[in-house]
């Protein structure tokens, strides 16, 4: 099935619930790998019972490959009795090398600037692995009703790539939804047909 002929649903995204670090008001990059603490684990319930009020369609999961991600998707996917969850580390979260476990404010003016942190990972490296992760793992399943679970940085990445206006940083399981036409519509039909 061609994306660029059928019209595509809105693709919904949850970040993940909080880990110690997210409570603490500290960066957590993608090469700090945490589990999720009470409040996340709650956090993921809720938003499961969320998307059930909401009578969202999910016909799979996708998740990144770090804990975080992982348990708060197994936790919805328990919830909206969904068996297909796909794990894609392309949409792990920016490494952060040096900045990790510093207090956010410490280190927005530089993010922000573009500074790539120390033994972390630049924005277009970031930007590149998440948009190749979109191409081959969402894309393609988009006619399907696809939820991801991921994190601030990534949904980041998809709105900027849905060429959604900036917004303030997604909080711990909150939704969001993505129109991924523009991303879609920007990738040729062969290139489509070579990544599914």
């Known amino acids: 099935m061609n994306p660029q002929l059928t019209p595509l649903p809105p693709l919904l995204f949850v970040r993940h619930g909080a880990t110690a670090l997210n409570a603490a008001g500290l960066r957590c990059g993608g090469d700090v790998d945490l589990p999720l603490i009470d409040l996340g684990h709650r956090q993921a319930a809720a938003v499961s019972r969320e998307l059930v009020q909401r009578r969202a369609r999910v016909d799979v999961i996708v998740t990144s490959s770090l804990q975080r991600t992982r348990q708060t998707a197994e936790i919805i996917a328990r919830h909206l009795r969904c068996l297909d969850l ?111």
């Open 86 to 196: 796909v794990i894609e580390p392309g949409f792990d979260e920016r490494r952060l090398g040096d900045w990790n476990r510093r207090p956010i404010a410490e280190t927005q003016a530089e993010l922000a600037a573009g500074v790539t942190p120390p033994d972390g990972e630049s924005n277009a490296e970031f930007t590149r692995r998440v948009r190749e992760a979109a191409l081959v793992t969402l894309l393609p399943r988009l006619p399907r009703h696809v939820l991801l679970v991921g994190s601030k940085g990534v949904a980041r990445i998809l709105g900027e790539l849905a060429g959604a206006a900036p917004r303030c940083p997604v909080g711990n399981a909150e939704i969001v939804e993505f129109d991924l036409a523009a991303l879609a519509s920007s990738v040729s039909r062969r290139a489509l047909e070579c990544v599914a």
